[in-house]
Every structure is written in structure tokens, then in C-alpha cells.
């Protein structure tokens, strides 16, 4: 029973991580023009670690114990500057998933479709030196699936069902700009919250449980580069500092 609770837990951890999509931040200023519009193609690595868990199943405790999940991110971004300073901006993607306990591959799960909706602002600006403030969230639809084992000679299934999962970013941006370069960095949180319910079946019974996942630590800080091919075309390149390390880059077009 304990190697299968085990795969269940994992299975369940996995559905769960997909949801934490951060994604680059990006730079204080627009990527679109003012009263205009941008595109990009960007990429995210994501190196996150957890908190442990605590599953109730029919008054026995099922702890996780604590585990790190590693993200391929590839996504379509599109931003509209209504104003000066102000940009807001959408991104589709899809994104696969490797869960690691102890630093041992145990589990991948493939890609998996994401959106992601962001706002910023700039509150000072001296065309040199400027700050702000930004709100980025992600959401995805409810996840189903299930798994099943023998114990003992006995058939065990266990269904599992992640509902209103979300993550939700907030920070400030300071940057720097000279002749179209542009160095900036600043610190977030992130909340992100789902709630797991789980049903295990044997003999003809069925136990239930759940429980809320959360990041091991929500803060964090970022810093990154945008560089300016032409006036239109840039390639922003950014790292996100927390318990571990991720980091990604975006093209961008301006029209």
C-alpha cells in the first residue's frame, strides 16, 4: 500500500506543478509601441521546489515528503500598450513536466496548455532610470486521471482530480536604458493554490481525501537583459532566482 500511495502522490504532484507557470517578467518598458501592438515567441525553464504534503484517507495521514519539478515552457505572446508606460499582454502555451525526489528522475508528463495574463506599469521614469509595478497570473482548467495497482492480491484504483488551480505573481521593476539597452531586475511573490481531491477503490469501497499544495518559497527575484536588434525586433533574455535557478528568453516583433 505504501508504493502505491506513493505513485499516487507523485502522479497527483505532477498534475499539480504544471500550474506553476511564471514565465519571464520581462522589462519595465512596453514591448509594444504606444497605442500599439507586439508579438513574441519566447522559451521558459522552470527549476521549482515544494512543500510537503499531508493526504487524510480515511483517518490515516499520507505525508509526501518534500520533492522539485523541472518545466520545459514554449509560448505565443501578444501585448497591447494602451498608454505610456502602460502594457498589457497574453500568452499561450505548452509546457512538460519532471518530477524529482531526492534528485532522481521518478516521473515526466507531457506537454500541456497554459494561459497567462499580465499587467505593468511604470510609476517613475527619467529616460534613464525607470520602476513599477507588475501583476502576471496563469490558470488552467480542472485535470482528471487515474491509476491502478495490486496490494496483496488485491485491485486497488485510485481516481484523482485537480480543481481551480491558478498562480498569481506580483513585484516591482527597476530598469536601465542606454541606446536601447536595457538591464532590469527587481523581486516578486508568487501565490499559487489548487485544490487536490483524491478517491482510492478496493473492495468495493471508496476512500476520499484532499488537501492544498504550495511552493516551498514564494519569493524570489529576477534579473534580465533586452536587446535591441532594430527598432522593432528585440530579444529579451531573463533568470528568476528563488531555491533554485530558471531562466528563459522571448523575441519579440513591435508593429
Same mark, same amino acid.
Given at each position: 500500500m505504501k508504493k502505491l500511495t506513493g505513485i499516487i502522490v507523485t502522479l497527483i504532484f505532477i498534475v499539480f506543478a504544471t500550474s506553476v507557470y511564471a514565465g519571464q517578467f520581462g522589462p519595465l518598458e512596453p514591448y509594444a509601441k504606444e497605442g500599439s501592438f507586439s508579438f513574441g515567441v519566447g522559451y521558459f525553464y522552470e527549476d521549482t521546489k515544494w512543500d510537503s504534503a499531508t493526504f487524510r484517507i480515511a483517518g490515516v495521514s499520507l505525508d509526501t515528503g518534500k520533492f522539485r519539478t523541472e518545466s520545459n515552457q514554449m509560448y505565443l505572446q501578444g501585448s497591447y500598450a494602451p498608454t505610456k508606460g502602460w502594457e498589457v499582454y497574453g500568452r499561450l502555451g505548452a509546457a512538460d513536466m519532471k518530477l524529482k525526489i531526492d534528485d #532522481? *528522475? *521518478?516521473? /515526466? *508528463?507531457?506537454? /500541456? &496548455?497554459?494561459? #497567462?495574463?499580465? %499587467? /505593468?506599469? #511604470?510609476?517613475?521614469d527619467n529616460k534613464t532610470f525607470s520602476w513599477g509595478p507588475f501583476l502576471q497570473g496563469t490558470y488552467r482548467s480542472n485535470y482528471k486521471d487515474s491509476v491502478s495497482a495490486t496490494v496483496l492480491g488485491v485491485p486497488v484504483k485510485a481516481d484523482f482530480e485537480f480543481k481551480n488551480y491558478y498562480d498569481i505573481n506580483a513585484? &516591482? #521593476?527597476?530598469?536601465? /536604458?542606454?541606446? *536601447?539597452? %536595457?538591464?532590469?531586475?527587481?523581486g516578486f511573490y508568487t501565490y499559487a493554490n489548487?485544490?487536490?481531491?483524491i478517491t482510492m477503490s478496493l473492495l468495493g469501497v471508496s476512500l476520499s481525501g484532499s488537501d492544498t499544495i504550495k511552493v516551498k518559497n514564494p519569493v524570489g527575484g529576477f534579473l534580465g537583459f533586452s536587446i535591441p536588434f532594430t527598432k522593432e525586433l528585440k530579444f529579451n533574455i531573463e533568470g528568476q532566482f528563488k531555491d533554485r535557478v530558471s531562466a528563459g528568453g522571448i523575441l519579440t516583433y513591435s508593429f
Open positions: #532522481t *528522475d *521518478d516521473l /515526466k *508528463d507531457s506537454q /500541456k &496548455f497554459f494561459g #497567462t495574463l499580465g %499587467i /505593468k506599469s #511604470t510609476l517613475y513585484g &516591482f #521593476t527597476g530598469q536601465v /536604458k542606454v541606446n *536601447d539597452f %536595457i538591464i532590469y531586475g527587481g489548487a485544490k487536490a481531491e
